[in-house]
Each structure stands twice: as structure tokens, then as C-alpha cells.
């Protein structure tokens, strides 16, 4: 049972399970993005003066309103997707421990109801008022479509996952587009009905929320792809160079498909389309094979340990930009040294402070091992 089980998770020819170094880095590049490497970005982009940059960078350093694609819009999926990439590792050494099917279950939903838990802390719940709380969150998302995508990686082999993730996104095309009654705009698509039956009062926008009850299901797609791409990289009979390929050439096929479902099903972060998530499985596939060639295969890793350091305490460092006054730390630490240059770059230098300051906490909690794990 535990050799067939093992089998459907990761397929029967891997090396033994280690984690992947480029995992933690890509994790710790996602995360830079939201605790403030997107100001320092749009600051360093106001100090520069450049067109060039305003018209064509500046916009990416925020969510496309509707229908389209802004690279800001790849944070979240891809946060997603990495979990995904980490399931066959998990249950390959799970496994190796002995630990049993049922266990492993209780695992996945124990971690999957912690992370709404946070999600509702992360939305002000210890305040206690209750009426008014948001109950979707991001956190919560992540949990339970962390939950799903874990429970079908762990119970169905890989083709299996393979044709589940095709028929969610398939089967969530057909609701959010072909309801009578229903169409794509924010209040009245199939997903803020259901929002509004079953969360009114407690949603994000008045009458919809981005992280709604239907969207568990194509999130929940992305760990599926990200599991399926973290088994492919667990296979011996591949060498780094043609699994960076391989998996940046299924990323670029994933991207040309998503541009043609457009057509029918926007791409559309707010609604997780399911040509949204198509082209962010994508992008994440090739950012995955990159971050894999640089880290894992040619061994470039020192550079990027400040990326580590985030990637390595990521749950923990996203409360602590929700709970924590960095930039009150930061400027007790660094406007010496601010003021010392001209006050044009102070912008820049304000930005770059604060998530040094949040860096300098991971690295003391790094040299703890001290690492909060969900």
C-alpha cells in the first residue's frame, strides 16, 4: 500500500527526497515583492524620471483593475503554486517516516484550517468585531486551496491529477461563463452570488469579494500544477539542464494556451479565470525552471540569501508587515544615515530601509533556527 501510494505521488522513478534550495529562493523573491520591494521599485522609478519606465514598469507594480495582466498580479499564484511544488517532497519523506494515509490527511486539514484562522487574524478578528469582519483573506485562500490540491496530490496518481485540474478549470469556464442571468462583471458573476448567500455582510467589496468560496477551486488547481512540477523535478533520469528545459517549454505552451482561452474566458485575477491561472501556472513554471538552473544546477546561491532568509520564514514575515511598525524600527535604525543623502532619494532609501530592517529580523530568527512553520 505505502510503495503504491508513494508511487501516485511522485512517480516511480525520483532520487531521494531534498529540498530544493531554488524553493525557498523563489518563495523568498515572491514574498520581497510584498513586503515592500514594490515600493522601492516605484520609488526608485519617481526618483529616475524616466518615460520609459513610467509608461511601461510602473504599471506592473500594481493589480490590473479587470480584464488583463499586470505582473503585480503573479504574486499570489505563485505563492500558490510553490506550495504545490513542495507536496511530493513532504509526502516522499512523510512516507519515509512511516506515517500513515490517515495522518497525512489530518496534517493537510489541520494546516489548511490554521492558514484561514491566521487569514480571519490577518483581517482583524482580535478586534472582536465580529459583524463587520472579513472572512475571506488571502491566508484563507491559500489554506483551503492548499487543502484540496494537497488531499487530490496525495489520493490520485499523477495522470489523474493531471485530468482533475484540467476539468476543474474546464468545469469553472462553464459556471462563470454559460448561467443565464450571470456575467463577468464584479457584482454579478456566479461566484458574488455565492459570496453574497453565503458570506453577506463579511466580503472585501460591497457584494463580492477576490478571494471568494468559488475561487478555491481553480486556486486549488495551481497546486496541483505546482505538484506535478515539483514530481517531475524529483525524476533521476532527467539531467538539471533538460528539466530546466523541459519545464520552461511546458511554461511558455501553458502561456500561448491562456492568451488563446482569453478570447473566451478573460484572464482576470479578480475572478481567478481559468485562463488566469493557466497563464500564471505558466509564468510560475518558468520561473520555477530559471530559479532551478540558477540555484540548484549551477549552484549560484550565496547572492540570493537574503531571498532565503524571506522564503525560509515567509508565513511568518507577511503577519509580521501586518502586525509590526517597520517603518517606525527602520527609521529609528537608518535616517542617520537617509539624511546624509540628497532628500530626491530619500524616497528610495525609506523604502529600501524597511524591508532591510525586516531582513535583518529573518536573519536573527535564521541564526535561531527559529522558523514558524504552519
Known sequence: MKENLTKGLIGEKTVKAERLQSLDVLRGFDMFWIIGGDKILREFIKWSNCPWLNKNVMPHTHHEAWHGFKAYDLIFPLFIFITGVTLPFVF????????????????????????????????????????????????????????????IVLNFSIKRQLIIAVSMLVGFYFVMCFIPGTDLTATNTVASYVDRFLLSGHL??????????????????????????GSFLKKKDFTGYRKSGILALAGLSFIIIAWAWNKLFPINKQLWSSSFIVLTAGISAMLMALFYLVIDVWKFRKMFFPFVLIGSNSIFIYMAYKAINFSHTSD???????????????????????????VLLLWFLYRKKIFFKV
Request: glycine share 10%; aromatic share 10%.
Open 92 to 151: 516522499e519523506k512523510l512516507l519515509q517516516k512511516n506515517e500513515s494515509k490517515t495522518k497525512i490527511i489530518l496534517k493537510i486539514i489541520r494546516r489548511s484550517l490554521l492558514l484561514v484562522l491566521l487569514g480571519l487574524i490577518y483581517n482583524g478578528m482580535m478586534q472582536f468585531h465580529f459583524s463587520e469582519l472579513r472572512i475571506p483573506s488571502v491566508l484563507g485562500l491559500i489554506g483551503m486551496a492548499y487543502g484540496v490540491g494537497a488531499l
Open 204 to 229: 472585501y467589496h460591497n457584494g463580492w469579494d477576490p478571494e471568494g468560496v468559488l475561487y478555491i477551486a481553480p486556486a486549488s488547481v495551481l497546486v496541483i500544477f505546482g505538484a506535478l512540477t
Open 332 to 358: 529609528f535604525l537608518f535616517s542617520g544615515v537617509i539624511n546624509m543623502f540628497p532628500k530626491s532619494f530619500g524616497g528610495v532609501l525609506i523604502a529600501l530601509s524597511v524591508v532591510v530592517t525586516e
